[in-house]
């Protein structure tokens, strides 16, 4: 007999597992709350219409399809099957998808909801995402975000509040991180600059792999997308670019002061900058013009967070999107958001095991069973010390000592503590 398994790229959590995921969800809704989000939640699955054409080409390649329910085959000729064109297939026998993230979903439930809504909206949403992705360290084909955005606003305060919610969450996590931003304005910019604007998704597509494949390979990708190598020439120095924030604002400011698009990032870049450093942080901001943020409907500041002390992709990303709602029927509505990668930052949490205590506790009482008479007393014993937030558990069965005191519970305490206890209890039943 075959063990049962489950899908590459997925995984069981047990309760322990389950309680330091849950510190996680909890640390963060309490940030969220702390600055007047509201949590909402959509459906896992969107109809395919949605979802396609809103992540670029690599992104609609990763969407989890559904087949149609019902007889979809014979609904098909033959020749349909044996074709070559797997997405045309896929556009006739599937109409919903699984949710690729969740800033999507989000703004189609803006458009939907619209009167009912006060702007600006701010809205944090905790709930599983599913990709087709190769699976990896640190990457997974189901994995939890958690997102916070604003919509129907477009200070650039509120991106100054999304990077000390950042802050705030991996201060108290006690993650040392490097939050990255950059903003696609610039980005816009840098490819007027080295002659190429019309190339310019392929261009953050490319450099948005940087960190991973390194500066050759991403050469390479650009020059096998049909950008100039003397483009590619132009665009090493900034690829490389050092020194502090101010001094790399300062060179790509005089680098693109001819592009009115990249001069208008500089200057909304320099108001983020100048507004986070007034109010301090505990973690290091860094001004990042290699950041991309591969996903097409950024079109303003962009964020991405890494762990200082553990070789793990990124942690937390986001940023602004203008025109999102717009595909919706709804265009106007800027917003701007940041998703935290729960299932990644499960790991470094493991990894530097940074978990409190209190986070894995469950149980902080056990009653020992001696017996029926014995139960019976420590029952309603056990209904007030619950009444006064404490988690009790009476053992259900009247085994050996040793058994009822294997339980989680001992590596919180100590033997004796319970030993004492019992001792009492039976010293009161004579």
């Known amino acids: 007999m075959n063990k049962p398994s489950i899908p590459k790229g ?4 047990s309760p322990a597992e389950m309680a330091k995921r849950n510190y996680i969800f909890n640390t963060i809704k309490d940030v969220y709350a702390l600055y007047g989000y509201q949590q909402i939640e959509t459906p ?33 000729p033959s020749e349909e099957f044996v074709s070559d064109n797997v997405l045309k297939l896929a556009a006739k026998i599937c109409e919903k ?22 702007m600006p909206f701010k809205r944090y949403q905790i709930q599983p995402v599913w990709r087709a992705d190769r699976p990896q ?64 998704v392929d261009i953050t597509v490319a450099i948005d792999k940087l960190d991973k494949i390194g500066v050759y390979a991403v050469n390479a990708e650009m020059l096998a997308n049909g950008i100039s190598e003397e483009a590619v020439s132009k665009l090493q120095p900034i690829l490389t670019m050092s020194g502090t924030n101010k001094e790399k604002l300062k ?3 005089q680098t693109i002061a001819t592009s009115e698009i990249g001069v208008k990032g500089v200057e909304e870049t320099r108001f983020i900058l100048e507004k986070v450093e007034a109010v301090g942080m505990q973690n290091e901001l860094q001004l990042d013009l290699t950041l991309a943020r591969g996903l097409n409907y950024y079109t303003g500041a962009i964020f991405e967070v890494k762990a200082k002390d553990v070789a793990i992709g990124s942690i937390t990303g986001g940023g602004r999107y203008d025109n999102l709602t717009g ?29 409190p205590q209190n986070a894995t506790q469950a149980t902080q009482v056990l009653f020992i069973n001696f017996g029926e008479a014995e139960a019976d007393f420590c029952l309603p014993i056990a209904t007030k010390v619950r009444a006064a937030g404490i988690s009790v558990e009476l053992y259900p069965d009247s085994a050996k000592m040793k058994k009822q005191m294997h339980t989680p519970i001992q590596k919180a305490f100590p033997l ?15």
Not at 10 to 13: G, L, P, V
Not at 98 to 114: G, K, S
Not at 147 to 163: K, Q, W, Y
Request: charged share 25%; with cysteine; hydrophobic share 40%.
């Open 10 to 13: 997925t995984r069981d959590f």
């Open 251 to 253: 060179t790509i400011a």
């Open 97 to 118: 998808g699984l949710r690729y993230d969740l800033t999507v979903p989000f703004a189609r439930y803006v458009v939907m909801h619209r009167d009912e809504l006060q």
């Open 137 to 200: 360290k640190g990457r997974y084909r189901e994995f939890y975000q958690c997102d916070a955005d604003v919509v129907g606003s477009d200070s650039l305060l509120n991106e100054v509040e999304l990077i000390q919610i950042i802050d705030t969450v991996f201060t108290k996590f006690g993650i040392n991180v490097q939050i990255k931003v950059n903003n696609r304005k610039i980005l816009a910019g840098i490819a007027e600059y080295i002659g190429q604007p019309d190339k310019i």
């Open 44 to 76: 896992s699955m969107e109809t395919l219409q949605t979802l396609m054409g809103k992540y670029g080409e690599e992104g609609d390649k990763l969407l989890f399809k559904i087949l149609n329910s019902g007889d979809f085959i014979g609904k098909l």
């Open 416 to 430: 004796w503590f319970w030993w004492e206890k019992t001792k009492l209890i039976k010293a009161k039943l004579r």
């Open 327 to 355: 595909i919706f029927g709804m265009p106007g509505l800027s917003g701007v958001g940041i998703s935290f990668g729960a299932d990644r930052i499960y790991d470094v949490l493991n990894t530097l095991d940074l978990y």
